[in-house]
T-cell receptor
Framework: GQNIDQPTEMTATEGAIVQINCTYQ??????LFWYQQHAGEAPTFLSY??LDGLEEKGRFSSFLSRSKGYSYLLLKELQMKDSASYLC??????????WGAGTKLIIKP | ETGVTQTPRHLVMGMTNKKSLKCEQH?????MYWYKQSAKKPLELMFV???????ENNSVPSRFSPECPNSSHLFLHLHTLQPEDSALYLC????????????FGNGTRLTVT
């Protein structure tokens, strides 16, 4: 079966750096997405990786290793507003999106 | 402000009621989706429409009935639901391209009593 694994919950301190990991086992690979979802709000698109390596976008970066079935989302200079759930999703060989259950990130002052 | 609007935001209904969820996208996208989101579970894809044609129905019970009258509007008609159907129902849209991200609405929080 197809599976996406992410930690259920993480805690970090304001101003620090946190890395949220995502591992996947899917039938084929056609790209990986990261989304942010604040409580009671819509998931919003953060990043897309289809080739190996690091994609940087301001305070957020996303890394992909296709050979390891692994990605991470790196958040720097954490702010209180970064408290949210972070969802990892992979497009399989049929271009279907397979979703992880999300990682709830709690930022403490 | 999201380019995908869902109404209502909250809905409480009995098991014998009939109600409809509405979604409208203002982004010029040609694909629309219904997802179910339950606590601590991955998003579950329910239905997909590409250019108004249904291309995906993930074994969803017939008590959920989608309707897509045009590429900007999507409905989910509900009837004789069960308490386990209580969840957040998310609408999304995208361009029908492999690297096109989904744009989600804020969802309808549904409670079935």
């Amino acid at each position: 079966g197809q599976n996406i694994d992410q930690p259920t919950e993480m805690t970090a301190t304001e101003g620090a750096i946190v890395q949220i990991n995502c591992t996947y086992q899917t039938s084929g690979f056609n790209g990986l997405f990261w989304y942010q979802q604040h409580a009671g709000e819509a998931p919003t698109f953060l990043s897309y990786n289809v080739l190996d390596g690091l994609e940087e976008k301001g305070r957020f970066s996303s890394f992909l290793s296709r050979s390891k079935g692994y990605s991470y989302l790196l958040l720097k200079e954490l702010q209180m507003k970064d408290s949210a759930s972070y969802l990892c999703a992979v497009r399989d060989s049929n271009y279907q999106l397979i979703w992880g259950a999300g990682t709830k990130l709690i930022i403490k002052p | 402000e999201t380019g995908v609007t869902q109404t209502p935001r909250h809905l409480v209904m009995g098991m014998t009621n009939k109600k409809s969820l509405k979604c409208e996208q203002h982004l010029g996208h040609n694909a629309m989706y219904w997802y179910k989101q339950s606590a601590k579970k991955p998003l579950e894809l329910m239905f997909v429409y590409n250019f108004k044609e249904q291309t995906e129905n993930n074994s969803v019970p017939s008590r959920f009935s989608p309707e897509c009258p045009n590429s900007s509007h999507l409905f989910l008609h509900l009837h004789t639901l069960q308490p386990e159907d209580s969840a957040l129902y998310l609408c999304a849209s995208s361009q029908a391209q492999e690297n096109s991200p989904l744009h989600f609405g804020n969802g309808t929080r549904l409670t079935v009593t």
